[in-house]
């Protein structure tokens, strides 16, 4: 394939992202080939390229994940951009799942910071599905809390958030750390701890209540994923406490009419729940 060879060497990422879904699993299969042979540039960009592909396609790139392994505990200057893939490929597959958690969770322990934040997210994404998987590396995770590191703190945060969607219960101890890292999180990186707030708030409704003001300030934001994260967080809650979510009805009245159809259908979505 030609035309790959000649993009990767000259590092034209976006261009090889737009191959795989012309071919996908040609292009995947001449991806992991190349991820074996080529310079840590080249690989770090593949490894990129199949993570966000893989998180969309996990089934095209499911079967490599032992070969992007093998290539990982070769090269560990690879290993922040692959904790990233391989959570992205495996987080819907149990069984490649626990074949990868020993690397991440060695990776949660790496003196590197972005190597642990990476990691972190990586085990966010399978503890979603498996919390059992990850539940013994929760305290690495809260230990990233009290980080200094900003970034630090909201993987570790987004991490737990993830687990927290499905799992409450295995953070619900944690969430007065959790809303001191949402107060200086960056909109863009706080979705796993919004998500987490709706599984937290349906369940245990009094740990939420004092900080609704600021779950429903994100219906405001500029960023079209924050809305929807908290149009979801906030329609959750409202199925098991509608009191609480009074003061969001004239926003998601608003954002039902939003031109983004996905921020309308959730607003109508969210107002069903609670008989709007």
């Known amino acids: 394939m030609e035309n790959l060879e000649k993009l990767l060497k000259e590092k034209k990422f976006g261009e090889v992202s737009d191959l795989l879904y012309q071919d996908r699993q040609a292009v995947v299969r001449e991806l992991i080939s190349y991820l074996e042979i080529s310079d840590d540039d080249t690989r770090r960009g593949i490894l990129n390229v199949l993570g966000r592909f893989g998180f969309d396609h996990p089934e095209d790139v499911y079967a490599y994940t032992g070969k992007i392994m093998k290539v990982l505990e070769e090269n560990t200057v690879l290993k922040s951009e692959g904790a990233c893939a391989l959570g992205n490929l495996v987080f819907n597959y149990r069984d490649k799942s626990e074949e990868v958690l020993p690397m991440l969770k060695e990776m949660l322990a790496d003196a590197d910071p972005l190597v642990r934040q990476d990691a972190a997210y990586a085990l966010g994404n399978i503890g979603f599905n498996y919390p059992d998987l990850v539940e013994d590396r929760i305290p690495g995770l809260v230990r990233m809390l009290d980080s200094s590191d900003e970034d630090e703190r909201e993987a570790g945060a987004h991490a737990l958030g993830k687990i927290g969607v499905n799992s409450p219960e295995l953070i619900k101890d944690q969430t007065p750390k959790l809303v001191a890292v949402l107060k200086h999180a960056k909109e863009t990186s706080c979705g796993g701890v919004v998500f987490a707030f709706g599984a937290l708030g349906f369940n245990y409704p009094d740990l939420v209540s004092e900080h609704m003001p600021q779950l429903i300030g994100y219906l405001k934001s500029s960023d079209p994923t924050v809305v929807k994260n908290a149009i979801m967080a906030i329609g959750i809650i409202g199925m098991s406490s509608p009191g609480l979510i009074e003061d969001a ?28």
Do not use: F, H, Q, T
């Not at 009805?249 to 008989?275: C, F, H, Q, T, W």
């Open 249 to 276: 009805i004239p926003y998601l009245e608003e954002l039902s009419r939003s031109k983004d159809m996905e921020i309308g259908l959730n607003a109508k979505v969210a107002m069903s729940r609670i008989g709007k």
